[in-house]
């Protein structure tokens, strides 16, 4: 389903863009949801009645109008309502991105390692975009790609709208020059530099893994090594597709799981229960280079972190 058009009647805030919900239109008489405030109870159940009674008495949800909608309001299809998505709960991660270039166009930022690049389950506010929003005042900013939370490095925004689709279209197309860096056990026995293809499918066992199956390869990455200290070592990776988890699931495959990985090649920790900061992902987001589709520039970005080595195996 098209996602609707932005309502420019609808601020942001606090760096969060708003949500919206439609109304359905019910059949003359139904009495499903008397007000609006049963509706938002039944349709949206992950946040309670009386918080909802709260958001309409404090204003927090608007119509279309940009207005405010109150408790006692009658439920009317056939229109949308927004609201801002907000966590009693949320927990802090205590990193800060840096900023690495700004011009009209982009934004490049190092993300640190823990944070999400835009607001997902438990992180709204401790979320990249959030933070960069309240940060540069830029409401437009949308990620062109993303990185998982547990990775550390380069990600790279756009600025206006009006160039966002030219530069998604990059990654889509593939026509992005990526580069990893990781931290993982050293096997004197795996010939490098190799390329590894398999095809990558969900886990059905765990919503949140990935998983090699049989078939027709769907995933590439060229995999070098760069150094190597004891037991570990430090590895190149360039990824040809896009897969969900694709550089972790491809070094587990081969021995190497990366260092501070929970997810592979077993897990080690539930999506929802506490991290160890101490202990990273050692997965680094290391440059990025393509021609830019708006200003026909050569771009090419660096990452400013390093990869800490974990203690002897």
């Known amino acids: ?81 927004y609201y801002w998505r907000a966590l009693d ?44 929003k309240q940060a540069t005042g830029i409401d437009t900013l949308s990620p062109i790609h993303r990185i998982d939370r547990e990775t550390a490095g380069l990600v790279v925004f756009s600025v206006r709208p009006q160039d966002r689709g030219a530069y998604q ?11 990893y860096e990781a931290v993982a056990p050293f096997d004197p026995a795996l010939a490098l530099p190799r390329r590894h293809r398999s095809r990558m499918a969900e886990d059905p066992a765990a919503f949140y893994r990935m998983t090699e199956t049989e078939g027709e390869p769907n995933s590439e990455t060229a995999i070098a090594l760069l150094e190597r200290r004891g037991a570990w070592a430090r590895y190149r990776l360039e990824p040809v597709t896009g897969k969900r988890h694709q550089l972790r699931v491809h070094m587990a495959a081969l021995g190497l799981p990366l260092a501070g990985d929970q997810f592979y090649p077993r897990v080690r920790r539930g999506p929802g229960e506490p991290e160890d900061f ?11 280079a393509f021609t830019d589709p708006v200003t026909g520039e050569a771009r090419r970005f660096d990452s400013g972190l390093h990869l800490g080595w974990p203690s002897p195996l």
């Open 278 to 288: 101490a202990d990273p992902l050692r997965l680094l987001a290391r440059s990025i």
């Open 1 to 81: 389903m098209a996602r609707p058009p932005k309502n420019p009647l609808i601020p942001t805030r606090d760096g969060v863009s708003p949500s919206c919900v439609a109304l359905p239109l019910l059949p003359p008489g139904e009495p499903r949801w008397p007000t609006l405030l049963d509706f938002l109870a039944d349709r949206l159940p992950a946040v309670d009645r009386d918080a909802w009674q709260r958001r309409l008495v404090d204003g927090q949800v608007l119509d279309e109008q940009g207005q405010p909608v109150r408790t006692a309001d009658a439920y009317r299809g056939g229109g949308r309502l």
């Open 169 to 179: 279209a990059l990654f889509r197309e593939r026509t992005v020059d990526k580069v």
């Open 89 to 132: 709960d949320e927990p802090e991660i205590p990193f800060e991105a840096v900023v690495r270039f700004q011009d009209t166009h982009l934004l490049v930022v190092d993300k640190p390692h823990f944070l999400p690049v835009t607001p997902t389950g438990r992180f709204v506010q401790q979320s990249l975009l959030v933070r960069l």
